[in-house]
């Protein structure tokens, strides 16, 4: 009897052809569709609702002549997903609800639910790959790899998956190219050969994020400075890094204060922008465009600096607390004092950076070869090693 699989029908063209690649490789496939999100406010115009998503799956599971099940999430969605995305802007940081959705609800509850469907496995459409390799012990040891299409890699949103949840995890696709992903299902005439990748966030889609950060976090009107690169506290030396204590003021955020600037403008609330925004600002008659390089949501103040290579932008150490140090391969944990030479990237489709990984007494501090762009506490740092993600966590600050 061939094992079965429930794989996440979205509605999409990815897990679409990930249900037809399962069920041509002998498995007994069943489309699970989840219902996640149904609340419409600050989404976008023109972004499609979650219903049109489940008659697109619907469509595929008859066309593909497999069983089809929705199963709503909606509650643990909005309190493991949603309402962890209004506790971070609050704080200031930024978070990346796509990894916490396939963490908390895709590879957790939605795994749950296709167990009780008699599941062995659990796929998704993703575009990465797993390995399963043999520890000395005789276990099973799961790799998470980068998908080989290098356009489409989505390893870094499944980097705090753990061990249990990929010995149930299947990626279809993920030695695929998005191309032939598409060719595959015009050839089967699927409803979603043609269908747009969705945007946005998890579930959720396009949206205005302040309107939709409205829903729990009032509007304020605070003060926008803009700070000029030759301030002092830029000058710091980056190849100070002998020390933890080195490495843990490198891995502060800057401290930026009013005194430091001139105030240029205003805003209606520092909880809703993030280090490197462009636009939202609408603060004009400057030479260069203004970018977001600081905020102090305790003050509600913004600072901003002038041109996209201001010396405000770019961090060169940061860290992930220790109690937030996510292991993929808890055999390659690091021990105080351990260093290691890595690839780390810091947000999805950014080009992997050269780095070096020391372990401290008190976190993980990650130095860079060259500058970061753009850091932003509370979004994901992923290390990998050829490929494979060992390590990732949150951004301190």
């Not at 990650?366 to 490929?387: C, K, L, N, S």
Request: glycine content about 8%; charged content about 25%.
């Amino acid at each position: 009897m061939s094992e079965t699989v429930v794989i996440g029908l979205s509605g999409g063209v990815d897990s679409s052809v990930a249900a037809y690649v399962l069920k041509q490789q002998g498995y007994n496939v069943i489309g699970l569709f989840m219902r996640n999100w149904t609340d419409t406010t600050g989404l976008l115009k023109g972004d499609c609702p979650w219903m049109d998503d489940k008659f697109d799956a619907e469509a595929v599971a008859r066309k593909l002549d497999i069983p089809f099940h929705m199963v709503d999430l909606s509650t643990e969605y909005r309190a493991r997903v949603v309402d962890y995305m209004f506790a971070e802007y609050e704080k200031g940081r930024t978070p990346n609800p796509d990894v916490l959705c396939n963490r908390e609800i895709k590879f957790d509850r939605f795994m749950e639910e296709a167990i009780k469907l008699g599941a062995d496995y659990v796929a998704t459409g993703h575009y990465c790959r797993k390995t399963i390799q043999t520890a000395a012990n005789g276990q099973p040891i799961y790799g998470l790899l980068a998908g080989s299409d290098p356009n489409k890699d989505q390893s870094y949103f499944l980097c705090q998956l753990n061990q249990q949840q990929l010995s149930k995890a299947m990626f279809p696709i993920g030695d695929m190219l998005k191309p032939e992903v598409r060719r595959i299902a015009n050839e089967l005439n699927l409803i979603t050969a043609h269908k747009k990748d969705s945007q946005g966030i998890c579930f959720v889609g396009k949206v205005d994020l302040p309107v939709f950060l409205q829903q729990k976090l009032a509007a304020k009107t605070g003060k926008v400075f803009i700070i000029e690169p030759e301030c002092e506290i830029f000058n710091r030396n980056w190849e100070q890094t002998d020390t933890e204590a080195d490495l843990m003021q490198l891995s502060h955020a800057y401290p930026f204060h009013p005194m430091y600037g001139q105030k240029v403008g205003t805003h209606q609330g520092a909880h809703f922008y993030t280090i490197g925004q462009r636009k939202g600002l609408n603060i004009g008659g400057f030479p260069e465009p203004l970018f977001i390089i600081g905020t102090n949501v305790e003050h509600n103040q913004i600072f901003v600096g002038m041109g996209e290579n201001h010396r405000g932008l770019y961090r060169k150490v940061i860290r992930i607390n220790h109690d937030e140090v996510h292991y993929v391969r808890p055999d390659h944990a690091m021990q105080p004092a351990d260093t290691l030479r890595a690839d780390v990237r810091i947000r999805y489709r950014q080009p992997l950076q050269k780095a070096t990984l020391r372990m401290g007494k008190e976190a993980l501090y990650i130095i860079f070869d060259e500058p970061q762009r753009g850091v932003t506490p509370g979004q994901f740092a992923a290390v990998y090693i050829d490929e494979e993600i060992w390590i990732s966590g949150p951004i301190a600050e």
